[in-house]
């Protein structure tokens, strides 16, 4: 296995088009890839957990503003299908894109779910980005509600980027399940969308500002306070707030901007701390 910075200077030149400056990082990207080998603080793992991280939130912002929790699972053939409602999302804790999401549990294909979930229980998801917090996360698989927005269709995710405890923007993510696929929108502080796409193309509309926007920003605030970087993700239906998670390495630090200047500008936010590695 190739060490972490070559590695990540290899990703980076392969993913960015350019070399990667650890020794004085500038832009958004390079910044993300020096928090990965020098701020390795270990409370991010209980964060980045999706099962431990739920404390953290009912005791941050309380318990009130979690997506219901269905079961908690360390393997798939102790999930008992029978107790479940008709509706529900599985997840693996420990990594990204180890979901299920169920809509109707006669239709459910259990085999081809089990698959996908026991492939990304074996997954280490530290490895293909060398995101530090993920290294040491128990692989567990958890049972959610099953929710969706004013759409009927989907859950928009509300995403609020957080400098050393300040939120300085956010985006949107839709239309996941479009053929189209996934848009992004950015929006500054004022719910004014902002002239720049990261790796995904905009939606090319405005959407309706969130209405708890403003409690989405103050739970972000203080669930970032003394972190250098972390994107805190929510969910809005019914008008009710629902926390998502904490990311700390957005794209894993190996996605561009257009136009590139942005990269620096959202670079220049991060305030890097002192080294600290495992």
Not at 30 to 36: H, I, N, R, T
Not at 148 to 155: C, F, K, N, R
Not at 177 to 187: E, I, R
Not at 214 to 238: G, H, Q
Request: one cysteine or more; a positive charge; aromatic letters at 16%.
């Amino acid at each position: 296995m190739l060490p972490d910075i070559l590695y990540l200077e290899l990703m980076f030149y392969h993913r960015i088009k350019s070399k990667l400056n650890l020794k004085n990082p500038r832009s958004f990207n390079e910044k993300l890839q020096w928090l990965k080998l020098y701020d390795r603080n270990p409370v991010y793992t209980n964060l980045v957990d999706k099962y431990e991280v739920r404390k953290y939130i009912s005791k941050t912002i309380g318990e009130e503003y979690l997506i219901p929790l269905i079961g908690v699972w360390d393997k798939f053939d102790a999930i008992d299908f029978s107790k479940l409602p008709n509706h529900f999302v599985l997840k693996c804790t420990h990594d990204s894109g180890g979901i299920i999401i169920c809509k109707d549990k006669s239709k459910l294909d259990i085999e081809a779910a089990k698959k996908k979930i026991n492939k990304s229980l074996k997954r280490n998801y530290y490895y293909l980005g060398r995101e530090w917090p993920y290294k040491n996360v128990k692989p567990r698989i958890i049972c959610e509600k099953y929710m969706v927005d004013e759409s009927g269709i989907e859950l928009k995710d509300y995403k609020f980027m957080c400098f050393n405890g300040k939120v300085r923007c956010s985006f949107v993510c839709l239309n996941r399940n479009s053929q189209s696929g996934l848009n992004v929108d950015f929006y500054d502080m004022d719910w004014n969308p902002m002239s720049f796409e990261r790796h995904y193309p905009s939606s090319g509309t405005t959407i309706p500002r969130p209405i708890n926007f403003d409690k989405m920003i103050d739970f972000a605030e203080k669930l970032s306070k003394n972190i250098p970087f972390v994107r805190v993700d929510f969910y809005e239906t019914n008008g009710h707030l629902y926390f998502g998670e904490l990311t700390f390495h957005p794209g894993s630090g190996f996605e561009e901007f257009t136009p590139e200047l942005y990269d620096y500008l959202l670079g220049s936010w991060i305030k890097l701390p002192s080294k600290v590695k495992d």
